[in-house]
Structure formats: structure tokens, C-alpha cells
């Protein structure tokens, strides 16, 4: 079955680096998601991306975040200048757009990000 | 404001017990509903779905929920829970673009033998 898949699987920064986390979405799917998750909070929506742009995008991604599907199967998120309260795990999602809306959300395992 | 609720933070119940996750939205409109599971350092698996029809819908792992338009409620439920169940559970819900996911702060289900 098909998944999607996110490296690397911890990655660990000096406050004030950029990170670049990855993501391979499910082949043929159309829409891309970045979520993240701080330690015992819950799950937070980031971005949707489709058709090479952000569509929605909510209050935690601001200036210092940046998505990218750089080539046909990755999708990046980047942090410019990370801060200590980045430290999340981070979720990419994909969902194949053929359903009318009516399709899942499929998860990869998660980036879990340290900064120091 | 829109939003998730899922009351219980924590719930334990013995193996072989029933079990009901509850969840609460706030939305304009009835929106998509999910739930996933999620085990310690593992990512989010999808256990069910809800977007129109049949209110009672059928998941893996044997759970299943129940939409309650009245009651503004999307409730999961499995009738004998097994050790194997032990994880955070998240109900979720999207807008009709199903772009917009969010989540409510989970319920951490605890298995006793």
C-alpha cells in the first residue's frame, strides 16, 4: 500500500538555523499538508498546498516558514531561523483531490524536530 | 469559533470492555469527520471517517462511530477493547474542501489487563 514517507526521522538544530524537513506524498495525490504537533498538544493544521501553492495556510505559518514541491515527488517545509518553541513533531499529509473532497488525508510517520 | 472538543483527556478501561471516545464540533455547517489513532512515536492512522450518509460508519480495528447532527457529535466506539488499543485517540474535522484539518486535543485510552 502506499505511503507517505518524511525524513529525516529526527532532526536536531541550533536556535537560529534553518531547517528543511521532507517530505515523498503518495504518488498521483494532488494536495499536500504540513502539520505539527508540540509534545502532549494536539495535532495543529500548518499549510495546504496544491497545484504549486499555498491554498490555505493558518496563524502558526508565518514569515519563517516556507513550503516547496522542488520536484515531482518532494514536498519541503522549511524554517528559516529556528526558535526554541519549534520543537514539534511535524506531520506531512497528501490526499489524491479525486474524490471530490471527499478523500482522506493520508499521514507520513512524522519529523520529529529538536532546536536547541 | 470553530472547533474540536474531545472531553476526556485520559480513559482507562479494562481489556474487553466497551469503550467511547467522545467528540464534540463547533462548526457552521456539518463537516467532514475523522478519526485517527495515534501510537507512542508513530505517526496518525486513519480508523474511520464520516462525510455523508449513513450516520453509523464502520472502521478498521473493529471500532466504528456514530454522527449526531442534533448533538453536534461524532463518537467512537468499540465494543471489546483489547491491550492493543492503548494509544491517543484524535477526533478531527474538515470544512467542505477537505483542506483545513483540525484536530481536538486527543484522548490518551489506557488498557488494563
Known amino acids: 500500500e502506499p505511503e507517505v514517507t518524511q525524513t529525516p526521522s529526527h532532526q536536531v538544530t541550533q536556535m537560529g538555523q534553518e531547517v528543511i524537513l521532507r517530505c515523498v506524498p503518495i504518488?498521483?495525490?494532488?494536495?499536500f499538508y504540513w502539520y505539527r504537533q508540540i509534545l502532549g498538544q494536539k495535532v495543529e493544521f500548518l499549510v495546504s498546498?496544491?497545484?504549486?501553492?499555498?491554498?490555505?495556510k493558518s496563524e502558526i505559518f508565518d514569515d519563517q516558514f516556507s513550503v516547496e514541491r522542488p520536484d515531482g515527488s518532494n514536498f519541503t517545509l522549511k524554517i528559516r531561523s529556528t526558535k526554541l518553541e519549534d520543537s514539534a513533531m511535524y506531520f506531512c499529509a497528501s490526499r489524491s483531490g479525486r474524490g471530490g473532497g471527499s478523500d482522506t488525508q493520508y499521514f507520513g510517520p512524522g519529523t520529529r524536530l529538536t532546536v536547541l | 469559533a470553530q472547533s474540536v472538543t474531545q472531553p476526556d483527556i485520559h480513559i482507562t478501561v479494562s481489556e474487553g470492555a466497551s469503550l467511547e471516545l467522545r467528540c464534540n464540533y463547533s462548526?457552521?455547517?456539518?463537516?467532514?469527520l475523522f478519526w485517527y489513532v495515534q501510537s507512542p512515536g508513530q505517526g496518525l492512522q486513519l480508523l474511520l471517517k464520516y462525510f455523508s450518509g449513513d450516520t453509523l460508519v464502520q472502521g478498521i480495528k473493529g471500532f466504528e462511530a456514530e454522527f449526531k447532527r442534533s448533538q453536534s457529535s461524532f463518537n467512537l466506539r468499540k465494543p471489546s477493547v483489547h491491550w492493543s488499543d492503548a494509544a491517543e485517540y484524535f477526533c478531527?474535522?474538515?470544512?467542505?474542501?477537505?483542506?483545513?484539518?483540525?484536530f481536538g486535543a486527543g484522548t490518551r485510552l489506557t488498557v488494563k489487563p
Open positions: 504518488s498521483n495525490h494532488l494536495y
Open positions: 478531527a474535522v474538515a470544512l467542505y474542501n477537505n483542506n483545513d484539518m483540525r
Open positions: 462548526y457552521g455547517a456539518t463537516p467532514y
Open positions: 498546498f496544491y497545484n504549486n501553492e499555498i491554498s490555505e
